[in-house]
């Protein structure tokens, strides 16, 4: 390792990947669902639209509020990755993450490691 002038941290990083998630990357480097406008029923009855976008919008601001233990649980949770791959996420393989939005509000977000996906339903706000 010497001779090809790797240190130890050089070899950490590529076998541990970056421990600080950097969550503009990570949105930049995301599969991004397609736009939809989803109707809702709010806790009056009444008709309520929200679009994946929207939903998307809500999802990185919340993401981006965690500290940096709760992002690499996430992370973890979505992809079975403990940190984030080394040079960034558009180093995730197989392939890019993947956020798709469940129509179904009563649903609890899931994932598919495999696949580096989080499905996360819909919602009436951000809060």
Do not use: Y
Request: net charge negative; with cysteine; aromatic share 6%.
């Amino acid at each position: 390792l010497e001779e090809c002038k790797v240190d130890h941290i050089d070899l950490a990083l590529a076998l541990q990947g970056e421990l600080d998630i950097d969550v503009d990357d990570w949105e930049t480097h995301t599969i991004a669902p397609a736009q939809e406008e989803i109707t809702l029923v709010d806790e009056t009855g009444a008709l309520t639209k929200r679009t994946s976008e929207q939903v998307m919008a809500w999802f990185w601001a919340s993401v981006r509020q965690l500290d940096g233990e709760q992002r690499m649980r996430l992370l973890r949770f979505a992809t079975g990755l403990s940190s984030a791959p080394a040079g960034g996420f558009r180093n995730l393989k197989p392939r890019l993450f993947n956020v798709v939005v469940d129509k179904d509000p009563a649903h609890l977000p899931s994932a598919l490691t495999c696949f580096a996906t989080l499905r996360i339903p819909v919602c009436l706000s951000q809060a």
